[in-house]
């Protein structure tokens, strides 16, 4: 089992910067994969990035629509990943989830968040 726990979600004007946080717990963190994802009402969960775990040397990937904007990030010791949103648009406003992948390699996900809300005004 793991446990996710997101934060650091809130409201900020375009251009601005948020970091988002979240905290994983159960497993061995530095294998696993984690993802950040986000939702918009009446919309598919969309991909937005991935870091790999350590067995598959900490890759990253990232949505065409963030690239260069957001930075995902990883600390195995305090068991948290991090998405760094710089440059912010109206239209990254959605909740925001952090997904496990116990296999590592990130392609797909066992274990999901509650979700934290991005709101991004113009």
């Known amino acids: 089992q793991v446990q996710l726990v997101e934060s650091g979600g809130g409201l900020v004007q375009a251009g601005g910067s948020l970091r988002l946080s979240c905290a994983a717990s159960?497993?061995?963190?530095?294998?696993?994969?984690m993802g950040w994802f986000r939702q918009v009402p009446g919309k598919e969960r969309e991909f937005v990035a991935r870091?790999?775990?350590?067995?598959?040397?900490?890759?990253?990937l990232y949505a065409d629509s963030v690239k260069g904007r957001f930075t995902i990030s990883r600390d195995d010791a305090k068991n948290t990943v991090y998405l760094q949103m710089n440059s912010l648009k109206p239209e990254d406003t959605a909740v925001y989830y952090c997904a496990a992948d116990v296999q590592g390699s990130g392609a797909s996900y066992d274990y999901w968040g509650q979700g934290t809300q991005v709101t991004v005004s113009s």
């Open positions: 870091i790999r775990g350590s067995t598959w040397s900490a890759s990253t």
């Open positions: 159960g497993r061995t963190f530095r294998r696993l994969a």
